[in-house]
Each structure stands twice: as structure tokens, then as C-alpha cells.
């Protein structure tokens, strides 16, 4: 993230470039975000959000990979209850479905295949290690630690906002979200069990 000026003004200025800008990527991705309509949300011009952050490109790095780094402080794994782990991610899809979308739109337009980061080892080696440590102590099935992770994920990701069958939203009702998150919880417990049924 690029560093942030030391002014108030130029501080809510700055967070305002960043807000307007995380709705535009989340909505119209990277090729189709347009400078001009995030300079007019955020009330500043492009001189501004150019000296901030460099081109458009860079504005959506710094972005994508704060959302990145939000995920993995707001719901951090506890590889000895990954079904709740994977509550706690659909929870933070329906808070900031802007996330989601964000990280979808990288994988069309940056990465279609493999790590969806360069640097994938600075988001994952803490989760990795921590799923191994679990599996090597009997609390999960043995496998490959990074096969775990992206399971628990996707399995998360069910009613998340790129879901290609249905989308939750916040306004649903509270039981409905109640009947997701145990299912999740379940899915995923029995998914991973040390000793799984054949």
C-alpha cells in the first residue's frame, strides 16, 4: 500500500481515492474501471490520485492487496475448527461482498490460472503451516496442506457474491443465513474429518 500523507485533508482525501476506487474495481473490474468516475466520487482529480498511487494498474494492487491482507486479520484461520473458519468467510463475503469481487476480477483479468498472487507465500504459509501442525496432531484428514485450504475456501464461498448459483445478501433472513452457516459448519467438519466415512 502506498504510503499515506500525513495531513488530515490529504488523509480523507486519500481514503475517499480508496473507497471510491474499491466500488469501481468491484463493479467493473480492472480493464473496464474508469479513472475519471473515481476522481469524481472521491471529489479529487487525477493528478492527485496519480501522485498517490502511480496509474490505474497500481491503484488496483494497492487495493486488491489490502483486501488480501483484510481477510487474512479480520478471519484468521484456526486450522483446529476450519468449519468455523468457513463460517467466519461466508460471514465477511456478506459484510464486503466488494472483497469477493475484487479478488474474482484479478483472477479474469490477471492470473486465470495458478496462485492468484505472486506472492502467495505471504498470504498462506502461516494457514499452511498451521493446517499441517493440525493434521500432524490427528484433528484433521491427512492430505496436502494447500488442498485443505483452498477446499475450506471454496466450500465458503458457496453463497458468496461470484457464486455461479446463487448469490446471498444481507437482507435475507436471519434464519436463512442461520441454516447456511450450519450446513457449512457440517460440510466441512465431516469433509475433514481425521477419519473420514468411505
Known amino acids: ?18 473507497d471510491a ?6 463493479q467493473y473490474g480492472i480493464a473496464g474501471a474508469r479513472v475519471e468516475r473515481i476522481t469524481t466520487a472521491a471529489r479529487t482529480n487525477k ?14 494492487d494497492a487495493i486488491f492487496l489490502a483486501s488480501l491482507e483484510r481477510i487474512t486479520n479480520v478471519v484468521p484461520i484456526d486450522a483446529n475448527d476450519l468449519a468455523d473458519w468457513a463460517v467466519r468467510l461466508y460471514d465477511e463475503y456478506l459484510s464486503r461482498p466488494d ?16 496462485h492468484l498472487v505472486a506472492d502467495h507465500d505471504h498470504y498462506d504459509d502461516h494457514k499452511l503451516r498451521a ?4 493434521q500432524a496432531a490427528g484433528r484433521i ?26 448469490a446471498a445478501s444481507p437482507q435475507e433472513p436471519a434464519p436463512t443465513h442461520e441454516h447456511r452457516r450450519t450446513l457449512l459448519r ?13
Not at 500525513?6 to 480523507?12: D, E, L, M, P, Q
Not at 457440517?186 to 468411505?198: E, G, Y
Open 1 to 18: 500500500m502506498p504510503d499515506q500523507p500525513s495531513s488530515s485533508r490529504g488523509a480523507a482525501t486519500y481514503q475517499r481515492i480508496l
Open 21 to 26: 476506487a474499491t466500488r469501481e474495481f468491484a
Open 47 to 60: 493528478a492527485q490520485l496519480y501522485g498517490y498511487f502511480g496509474n490505474k494498474e497500481q491503484l488496483f
Open 99 to 114: 472483497l469477493i469481487r475484487l479478488a474474482t476480477w484479478a483472477r479474469l483479468e490477471r492470473r486465470p490460472t495458478g
Open 131 to 134: 493446517i499441517a501442525q493440525a
Open 141 to 166: 484428514r491427512p492430505g496436502n496442506p494447500f488442498d485443505v485450504m483452498a477446499m475450506v475456501i471454496a466450500m465458503s464461498m458457496a453463497w458468496s457474491p461470484v457464486s455461479n448459483v446463487y
Open 186 to 198: 457440517d460440510c466441512v467438519h465431516r469433509a475433514l474429518a481425521p477419519d473420514p466415512t468411505p
